[in-house]
């Protein structure tokens, strides 16, 4: 390792996003602060200097102590519901705390850092951000608007952030994600996504519901793919820094057909018939972006970084089959279904964004 690497503090490091970050810069030979509630599980392989600091950033001093000496921070912290979804109440104040809050706390750490070299900051926004469009395809030159409390806040957080950036405090770029699903060989984190939660319905022998005809497409982005992108964009800071970037495949696919090719996967993997995909009544706390088609064009984020997503899509859907199926017979042996603590209640009907 070369003397003195670069400290990269990443937040969140135990989350979905985070997790798999953490896997892929581990293979560096940086540091890495990994940050989260409870402390982040670290590559047997790992070439990396890993200190592991397990803290609650809501807490006062934390955001602070958490970037001390950092030259670049990486958040990919979010707040999780009750419900287990990226769902938020409008007026929940926890969910402001974590959202919006600790983007706060984070700038007012670096401005009260020594003089020096401003620190990079790369923070994982959401495509939905933008909020309901008549654009066919996004590119991340759309007014935003979002309508839910969720994008709201993402938003009120990337700005923050921005503005930041232009005051010379930091240089801070926003990520905004797709549809983000799966799971690989080495993942530790829980995929609460719609892709992840329709697989564990179909293993479980139970039909996948959509809130909609299947019509309804999405820009679905494997996870592993997304940590390259994202190991990519903290490559390339210096050439990202000062505004946002959309992120994707450049594919919008239908999910009624999705679901199909993941019912046919289950039962290739199970023996049994593929279960129905059916349609559903939504539910009253769904939202006008369930509803509609989100293309992406990634192509900024592409020419600034060089990265392009390597995992072809059914590949992708079949390491997610395999990882939940290996799982439910962790949590069942001999049954090869999931357990008691199957959260059957937590596993919404595809409304199409998370």
């Known amino acids: ?58 807490e006062p001093g934390e955001m602070a102590a958490a970037v ?15 419900t287990a979804t990226w769902r938020v109440e409008d007026g929940d104040p926890a ?9 706060r706390d984070l ?7 020594e003089p020096g070299p401003p620190p990079g900051v790369l923070f994982t926004g959401a495509a939905s951000q933008v909020g309901p469009t008549d654009k066919p395809v996004l590119d991340g030159s759309e007014e935003d608007r979002p309508a839910g409390a969720y994008d709201r806040q993402k938003l009120a957080a990337e700005r923050l952030l921005l503005d930041a950036s ?64 994202l190991a990519a964009g903290v490559d390339h800071l210096d ?3 000062g505004r946002h970037w959309l992120l994707g495949t450049g594919e919008a696919r239908p999910l009624g057909p999705v679901f199909e090719e993941l ?3 289950v039962a290739r993997r199970t023996g049994k ?47 997610t089959v395999d990882h939940l199926a290996d799982e439910a017979l962790r949590e069942s042996p001999g049954a090869g279904r999931p357990g008691p603590g199957r959260p059957a209640g937590a596993e919404r009907a595809a409304g199409g964004r998370g």
């Open 1 to 58: 390792m070369a003397v003195n690497p670069p400290l990269i503090t990443l937040l969140g490091a135990t989350g979905f996003v985070g997790s798999a970050l953490l896997r892929e810069l581990a293979a560096r030979p940086v540091r890495i602060r990994a940050v989260s509630r409870r402390p982040a599980a670290v590559p047997a392989d790992a070439r990396a200097e890993v200190e592991v600091r397990a803290a609650d950033l809501t």
């Open 68 to 82: 001390a000496g950092a030259h670049l921070v990486v958040h990919a912290t979010l707040y999780s519901a009750a």
């Open 95 to 103: 969910a402001e705390r974590v959202n919006v809050g600790l983007v």
């Open 107 to 113: 700038v007012a750490a670096l401005a009260d850092r």
């Open 166 to 229: 232009a005051r010379g405090v930091l240089r801070g770029t926003s990520v905004r994600l797709p549809t983000v699903f799966g799971y690989g060989p080495h993942s530790t984190a829980r995929d609460r996504g719609v892709v992840s939660a329709m697989a564990r319905r179909a293993l479980a022998g139970d039909a996948i519901t959509m809130w909609h005809d299947g019509t309804v497409r999405r820009d679905l982005l494997y996870i592993d793919d997304l940590a390259r992108a």
């Open 239 to 241: 050439a990202l820094a």
């Open 263 to 265: 019912a046919a996967l």
């Open 273 to 319: 018939p593929p279960v129905p995909v059916v349609s559903v009544e939504p539910p009253a706390h769904s939202e006008a972006g369930d509803f509609s088609d989100v293309v992406i064009d990634p192509s900024g984020f592409r020419s600034a970084t060089g990265w392009s997503p390597h995992t072809p899509f059914t590949e992708a859907l079949r390491r």
